[in-house]
């Protein structure tokens, strides 16, 4: 095992709450000094601003508790696409400074700091500079905002400078806090120190580690980072496996970039040149679709996955647009492609747009490991069939609307159609935001007991259950209808059920089973359920029928 | 074609042979036998589908296949195949079929969370938008779930030449449609009909529906004959199982057992 070797030094520019800033530049009506504001994805709090903060607004919370929290808390419109658009001129202020960045989300970049640092004169002075042109390329957007404002409702941005991407990464967070750019002197045992009395989840956003290896840490009573660069690394090995070493390795801040990458063969850069240029971002993005998907065959046949592309585009007249995209946990054919319509999107759409159709679109990529990590333990991993299913789901909801493709979630009650609700998909989970694939597990369906609803049907259940009863008639040998008495006794038994005009002869019958719910308020039922086994021509077929104020409805099929 | 001294009969072939032979014929290439694009089948339908190793009939659903399943226990049916292949993690899809018993479907066993249930896309939108496109909705789907379930009101109201489009989809994509009916104009590979015998446990005023005796006859364009079974579908915890065949004597005590006969007292 060779050494580890001093990580590059890096400066992080990170927003924690980016969408509120592209929110607030987006439409400024939402804006007002000390508004709470908060993005909900997947009804979820994503982020909030510190004015929502301060009144007890967290993140991961419900839309219902985040209002309960905050009663006039305003709700932002998730929208990456808008956050990676508006994102573009801050990329492209900086880059007057500095040539290469890496945008690893929409309101987070980083850079290598060894050349700009010595060009502005120290780390420090790089620090502000970053701050200055951000500032700057925020105000590009929309002249008339008071820009402090709106970047003190969005949590401000921070610039850490560190050795590393995990240090800088969390120097930029505290110093967004803060207010003020943090920079950590260079050396492992001054990263280390920095280190170590952050909580191991941070491992997750900023390392992509997986949320069960940090819940064991947790569990073993490794909380905080410099408890696991206290343990010599062959422990960790020992216990956890080759990702023990780079858990030893991120917490102690020697390396943050997986061991295996390797660098690509020189001829992976993939180029296509349009005859006839193009400016429509749609043509665009599905003339980039075949060049991701090639990239993506190439990388899965070898096993293997791209964790930092490059994109450029060029115009007729000779403009450029060039970025390099980071994602820790790899980018798959859909992943490219998102990059590439953020990128074009923000080009094309936005402040500075080239002023001939595009000629050439060329994908480098520059960082590639071993596909390992998309694994993920032995129950409830995903598959590819549940990826293409996510991705047909999204499609059929874009032609049904989200009302159209349901799950059952567990709910329970004592009629048959109530024990399912059928709720949207696009409730459950995000609808495969920035590339991410949607969950689709109903949440709750640990609780599914049905010893829970005394009185309800006694199994099995009917497999057809008619959401709009069916108006029947149930007759007596006499030919009268049958009845049932406030008592829940019956007037006779029941001879012949008439169903859409037919006559059946009962053969069997049971019940009456009186249901009376909700007697306290208006929305009180009080019903009497039949089993009713009639004789048709080609057997025998069972109904659930129930008598309502007299009438007698059908209400499920024993089908 | 030699005739006299050729060594091996076609004919007496196993699989493993007759692909080594084939591999050896036409190098690098791979040969996929019917019985290999197979989606599991719940295994008390297995004897239905073909079951020993001497016969030629897969032991699992084709995929490709387009199943119909008709008569008075259709639903049930249906369902009782989505079981294994959503269990075994397949995707379901089920299209234009509001009334289907859920309860009903996750007691038979069927993976709810990888089950959706699509509203029908010829109907509902009729409050002034334009109707959805219909061939889109089911390619999109033939292209993301396994298996796919749709109703017969929706397989009649569209064009026939629509359906053999989705029919021929399916094929490409290995997935199996189920159509829930009598899918009239339209052929299918396998017809599944399922005519209840009787109903057990109720009686005359007293009892409960318990569990429903099914003969399914299995009948299909490339089968030489119609295969009949009979199932418990649902049997008392309304699951799928078999019916073991027992005395008349072991039956009638039985049924004594479960009937309660009840008198009106006081």
């Not at chain 2, 190098?27 to 295994?43: D, S």
């Not at chain 2, 007293?206 to 649902?234: I, N």
Request: aromatic share 4%; charged share 20%; proline share 7%.
């Amino acid at each position: 095992m060779s050494s580890p070797q001093q990580p590059p030094r890096c400066a992080v520019l990170h927003s924690p709450a980016w969408p509120l800033i592209a929110a607030i530049v987006h439409n400024p009506q939402i804006y007002a000094p000390s508004q709470p504001l908060a993005v909900f994805d997947a009804q979820r709090v994503s982020c909030c601003s510190p004015a929502a903060w301060s009144e007890g607004v967290r993140l991961g919370q419900r839309r219902r508790q985040a209002q309960g929290a905050c009663p006039h808390v305003v709700i932002v419109p998730h929208d990456p696409e808008r956050d990676a658009r508006l994102f573009e001129p801050v990329v492209r202020s900086v880059g007057t400074l500095v040539p290469l960045i890496d945008v690893a989300t929409p309101g987070s970049l980083l850079l290598a700091t060894r050349g700009p640092s010595r060009y502005v004169g120290g780390d420090d002075a790089l620090a502000i500079r970053l701050i200055a042109l951000a500032t700057a390329g925020v105000k590009a957007l929309g002249e008339s905002l008071d820009i402090e404002a709106v970047l003190s409702a969005g949590g401000g941005m921070g610039v850490g400078i560190a050795d590393g991407r995990i240090a800088a990464t969390l120097a930029a967070r505290s110093a967004a806090h803060r207010g003020m750019p943090i920079v950590i002197p260079t050396g492992s045992s001054a990263t280390a120190e920095f280190l170590a009395p952050y909580a191991v989840k941070v491992l997750v956003s900023v390392a992509g580690c997986p949320a069960q290896l940090i819940d064991l840490l947790e569990r073993l009573g490794l909380r905080q980072l410099g408890d696991i660069a206290a343990l010599s690394p062959t422990h960790l090995v020992d216990r956890f496996g080759s990702i023990g070493l780079v858990l030893h390795r991120l917490a102690s801040g020697t390396d943050d970039t997986p061991p295996a990458t390797v660098p690509p063969p020189a001829d992976l850069s993939i180029t296509r040149v349009f005859d006839d240029p193009i400016l429509q971002l749609d043509m665009l993005v599905f003339a980039a679709k075949s060049l991701t998907d090639e990239l993506g065959t190439y990388f899965h046949e070898r096993g293997q996955i791209c964790t930092r592309m490059r994109i450029e585009a060029d115009s007729e007249h000779g403009e450029t647009s060039h970025r390099v995209w980071y994602r820790s946990q790899g980018m798959h054919s859909s992943t490219m492609l998102d990059r590439v319509r953020w990128q074009l999107d923000g080009w094309i759409n936005g402040a500075d747009p080239p002023s001939a159709g595009i000629t050439m679109l060329r994908i480098t990529p520059s960082e590639i490991r071993s596909d390992a990590g998309t694994q993920e333990g032995f129950w409830g991993g995903r598959s590819q069939a549940d990826e293409t299913a996510a991705r047909a789901i999204t499609r059929v909801i874009g032609f049904l609307g989200p009302q159209g493709v349901t799950v059952a979630s567990w709910n329970g009650g004592r009629d048959p159609r109530q024990v399912y609700d059928m709720i949207s998909v696009a409730d459950l989970g995000s609808t495969a935001a920035a590339g991410e694939q949607l969950l689709l597990r109903p949440q709750d369906d640990s609780s599914a007991d049905p010893n829970l609803w005394p009185g309800s049907l006694p199994a099995p259940a009917p497999a057809v259950v008619f959401h709009e009863a069916l108006s029947v008639a149930v007759i007596d040998q006499r030919g009268h209808s049958v009845s049932v008495s406030g008592r829940g006794l019956v007037s006779a038994p029941p001879a012949t059920l008439t169903l859409k005009g037919a006559n059946h002869e009962v053969v069997a019958w049971a019940g009456p089973w009186p249901v009376e719910e909700r007697w306290w308020d208006e929305r009180s039922r009080r019903v009497a359920r039949f089993q009713l086994v009639v004789q048709v021509p080609d057997g025998q077929r069972a109904y659930l029928v129930e008598v309502f104020a007299g009438n007698w409805w059908l209400t499920a099929e024993y089908a | 074609m030699t005739v006299g001294n050729t060594t091996s009969e076609p004919r007496s072939l196993s699989p493993q042979a007759l692909s080594a032979l084939l591999a050896t014929q036409i190098p690098g290439a791979h040969l996929v036998m019917a019985h290999e694009r197979l989606l599991p089948i719940h295994p008390v339908l297995a004897p239905l589908f073909g079951v020993s190793s001497d016969d030629p009939l897969p032991l699992g659903l084709v995929r490709g296949h387009t199943l119909a399943c008709t008569g008075s226990a259709a639903m049930s049916s249906a369902l009782a195949v989505l079981v294994a292949s959503t269990q075994s993690g397949s995707w379901a899809g089920v299209v234009g079929l509001p009334s289907v018993g859920v309860l009903a479907a996750a007691d038979l066993g069927v993976a709810l969370e990888r089950t959706i249930f699509v509203s029908d896309p010829t109907g509902a939108r009729d409050h002034g938008e334009q109707r959805p496109d219909v061939a889109a909705v089911l390619s999109a789907l033939v292209d993301g779930v396994d298996v796919l379930l749709l109703a017969q009101r929706l397989v009649t109201s569209l064009p026939l030449s629509l359906m053999r489009r989705v029919q021929t989809r399916v094929q490409t994509r290995g997935g199996i449609l189920v159509i829930v009916g009598d899918p009239a104009p339209l052929s299918v590979d396998i017809r599944l009909n399922a005519t209840t015998v009787e109903w057990q446990g109720v009686g005359i005023g007293h009892g409960h529906l318990q569990r429903r005796r099914v003969v399914l006859q299995l009948d299909g364009r490339r089968r030489a004959r119609a295969t009949e079974h009979e199932v418990w579908l649902p049997d008392a915890q309304g699951q799928l199982s078999a019916v073991v065949q027992q005395s008349e004597k072991f039956a009638v005590v039985e049924q004594a057992g479960v009937v309660v006969p009840l008198r009106r007292t006081g």
